[in-house]
C-alpha cells in the first residue's frame, strides 16, 4: 500500500498521546474514587463497576480517530477491478507469411474469424480499432463501438507483404493517440495506395493510456525494420498494454509465393518479449480452437486487471464505523460520550 499525501501520516503520533491522556484520566479518577472512601455516589463509581467495559468505547474512538488519520493520507492499493469501458486495438499481421495453411483454412483466416467472436461479445462501451500491418501498416476501422463496421474492416483483410511488427505497434499506438484526442498524430487509412511509412508515436507522459490495449496477432517473423521491442517501450512508456498471440507451429511450413519457396515459421521469442515489456500476456495459438480459448482468456484478462486504486473511502467508512459504535456503546453504559 502506497500514500498520495504520507506526510499527513505524522498525525498517527497523536494516538499514543491520546493513550497516554487517556491513562492519566484513568489514575485521576481511581485516586478522587478512593479520596471518597467507596462511597456510592463517587465520581467514578458507576464507571467501575462495569470493569473492563469502561475502556472499549474510548479504545474504538481511538481506533477511528487513527483509522481516519490514515484515510486522510490517500491510501492507494493494488486491486483486480473489473473495466466497464476501454480501448482495444486489434492488430492483424496481413504479412505473406499469414497465408500459410499450417492453421486451418489460413493463420490469417483463422485469425479473423475467432476476432469476430471475439468482437461480438464485447460491450458497447469498449472501443474497438482494428490495424493491419505488413511492411508498413494502417489503420483499418478507428475504435468505435459499431460492431458492424469492425466486423467489416476484418472481413476486408488480406494478405499482403513483408512484415514489419513496429510498424504494427506504432499505427496502434497513433489510433489510440486519435481516439484520446491527442494532436498531431494521422494514422493512415487502409487502401490499394501504395503504402508510406508510419510515423514514430510522440512521446507522453507515462501511463497516459492506461485504459488500452494492443491485441497483437502475428507469427512474429519481423523482416522489417524498425526493431519491434523499441516500439514495445513506446508502448510501455505510455502505459499501454499488448497482448501477442502467436498464431502459427513453431516448426514452420513450407510457402510458394510469386514463384519462391519460403519456409516461416512462429517466432516466439520476439512476441513473449514484446508482451513481457508491456505487461502484457503472450499466447500462443496452433489451431482455430486455439485462438477462440486464447480470446475467452482474453475477455477476462481485459475486465480484471490489477490496478493502484485510491481506497480512502473504504478507511473513512471504517473510522466513521468505529466511531459510531463507540460513541452508541458510550452512551448505553455511561449516558454519555467519552
Known amino acids: 500500500m502506497s500514500f498520495l499525501w504520507p506526510g499527513l501520516l505524522f498525525l498517527l503520533i497523536l494516538i499514543p498521546l491520546g493513550i497516554v491522556l487517556y491513562w492519566r484520566r484513568q489514575r485521576q479518577r481511581a485516586r478522587l ?67 500459410a495453411t499450417d492453421i486451418q483454412p489460413t493463420r490469417l483466416e483463422a485469425a479473423k474469424e475467432a476476432a469476430r467472436e471475439f468482437v461480438q461479445r464485447q460491450p458497447t462501451s469498449v472501443q474497438i480499432g482494428v490495424v493491419a500491418f505488413s511492411d508498413s501498416a494502417f489503420s483499418v476501422q478507428t475504435p468505435t463501438d459499431d460492431q458492424g463496421a469492425i466486423l467489416a474492416a476484418i472481413d476486408r483483410l488480406a494478405p499482403q507483404r513483408g512484415t514489419s511488427v513496429a510498424q504494427g505497434l506504432l499505427a496502434s499506438l497513433n489510433v489510440i493517440a486519435v481516439a484520446a484526442g491527442q494532436a498531431g498524430q494521422n494514422p493512415n487509412l487502409y487502401s490499394n495506395l501504395p503504402p508510406t511509412p508510419t510515423p514514430t508515436a510522440t512521446p507522453v507522459p507515462k501511463g497516459t493510456y492506461t485504459s488500452a490495449v494492443i491485441i497483437l496477432l502475428s507469427d512474429g517473423e519481423n523482416n522489417e525494420n524498425p526493431d519491434p521491442l523499441g516500439a514495445a517501450e513506446q508502448a510501455a512508456a505510455r502505459g499501454v498494454r499488448i497482448y501477442t498471440v502467436g498464431i502459427g507451429s513453431p516448426e514452420g511450413t513450407t510457402l510458394h509465393i510469386n514463384g519462391f519457396t519460403v519456409h516461416t515459421q512462429l517466432d516466439e521469442a520476439t512476441l513473449k518479449q514484446i508482451s513481457q515489456l508491456t505487461g502484457g500476456t503472450y499466447y500462443n495459438a496452433q489451431s482455430q480452437t486455439d485462438l477462440r480459448t486464447i480470446y475467452e482468456n482474453l475477455d477476462r484478462e481485459l475486465v480484471l486487471k490489477p490496478e493502484k486504486t485510491e481506497i480512502t473511502s473504504l478507511f473513512a467508512g471504517a473510522s466513521i464505523l468505529l466511531l459510531l459504535i463507540g460513541g452508541a456503546l458510550s452512551l448505553l453504559w455511561f449516558s454519555r460520550i467519552p
Do not use: K, N, Q, W
Open 33 to 99: 474514587a478512593a479520596g471518597y472512601g467507596g462511597l456510592e455516589f463517587a465520581p467514578g463509581s458507576a464507571a467501575g463497576s462495569l470493569g473492563f467495559r469502561r475502556h472499549i468505547p474510548p479504545a474504538l474512538f481511538l481506533a477511528g480517530l487513527a483509522i481516519l488519520t490514515i484515510g486522510l493520507a490517500r491510501p492507494e492499493a493494488v486491486l483486480s477491478l473489473p473495466r466497464e469501458e476501454g480501448t482495444v486495438i486489434l492488430a492483424f499481421d496481413v504479412s505473406g507469411s499469414m497465408a
